[in-house]
């Protein structure tokens, strides 16, 4: 499990969907959560760097972990993931400060997101966002919280990594598109569907 945190967190840093010291991963082990140290840099994961507390109770580890602790316990209580990673795509976190929802235009965007929402909180971190974050994970496998960042969920933490790469990469397709201007050419069959899903 170490080497996988260590894997992840490295692609996550090297492709710069994390800072130095920014986001967080965990991974769920029946009612026990292995997740990232407080502060943690992902891009060099150490065994200390890896906390294991209670899904649904405090205990002494509770100190170490990630602030967002909070947001990771209640998204595994009202979903079927068992691996999440949040992270902060630089240009996803700017789209979200102009629209509702991320609807990819390119193709594997297109396909494996088909939209994601940008969710709003008063509090953009911790456990004020709990509860909306999960509860748009019950529908949806990535959402943004607004000028924050994305938490994704996935059954092992490679693929919730997916979702969070396809996402960054659809929104720098968007920026480009939209940096060209003009109008660009749909190549989707039934294109008009992606806004409903």
């Given at each position: 499990?170490l080497?996988?945190?260590q894997r992840?967190g490295?692609?996550?840093?090297l492709?710069g969907?994390?800072?130095?010291?920014?986001?967080?991963?965990?991974?769920?082990m029946g009612d026990?959560?292995?997740?990232t140290?407080?502060g943690?840099?992902?891009?060099?994961?150490?065994?200390?760097?890896?906390?294991?507390?209670?899904l649904?109770?405090?205990?002494?580890?509770?100190?170490?972990a990630s602030?967002?602790?909070?947001?990771?316990?209640?998204?595994?209580?009202?979903?079927?993931?068992?691996?999440?990673?949040?992270?902060?795509?630089?240009v996803?976190?700017?789209?979200?400060l102009?629209?509702?929802?991320?609807?990819?235009?390119?193709?594997?965007?297109?396909y494996?997101?088909h939209?994601?929402?940008?969710i709003s909180s008063?509090?953009?971190?911790g456990?004020?966002m709990?509860?909306?974050?999960?509860?748009s994970?019950?529908?949806?496998?990535?959402?943004?919280?607004r000028?924050?960042g994305c938490?994704?969920i996935?059954?092992?933490?490679?693929?919730a990594?997916?979702?969070v790469s396809?996402l960054?990469?659809?929104?720098?397709v968007i920026?480009?598109?939209r940096?060209?201007?003009?109008q660009?050419k749909e190549?989707?069959k039934?294109?008009d569907?992606?806004k409903?899903w």
């Amino acid at each position: 499990m170490l080497e996988e945190f260590q894997r992840i967190g490295r692609d996550l840093f090297l492709s710069g969907l994390v800072s130095s010291h920014g986001g967080n991963m965990s991974v769920r082990m029946g009612d026990r959560v292995l997740i990232t140290h407080r502060g943690s840099p992902l891009g060099q994961i150490t065994a200390e760097d890896i906390v294991e507390t209670g899904l649904y109770d405090n205990d002494s580890n509770i100190m170490l972990a990630s602030s967002e602790t909070p947001v990771h316990r209640t998204i595994y209580q009202q979903t079927a993931g068992l691996a999440i990673v949040h992270a902060h795509p630089k240009v996803a976190v700017a789209l979200s400060l102009f629209e509702d929802e991320i609807i990819p235009i390119d193709n594997e965007g297109s396909y494996l997101l088909h939209k994601v929402p940008v969710i709003s909180s008063e509090i953009a971190s911790g456990t004020a966002m709990a509860g909306i974050v999960a509860e748009s994970l019950q529908k949806y496998k990535i959402t943004m919280v607004r000028g924050h960042g994305c938490f994704a969920i996935g059954q092992v933490l490679e693929e919730a990594w997916q979702w969070v790469s396809c996402l960054e990469e659809s929104s720098l397709v968007i920026y480009y598109a939209r940096t060209l201007g003009g109008q660009t050419k749909e190549f989707r069959k039934n294109a008009d569907q992606y806004k409903k899903w």
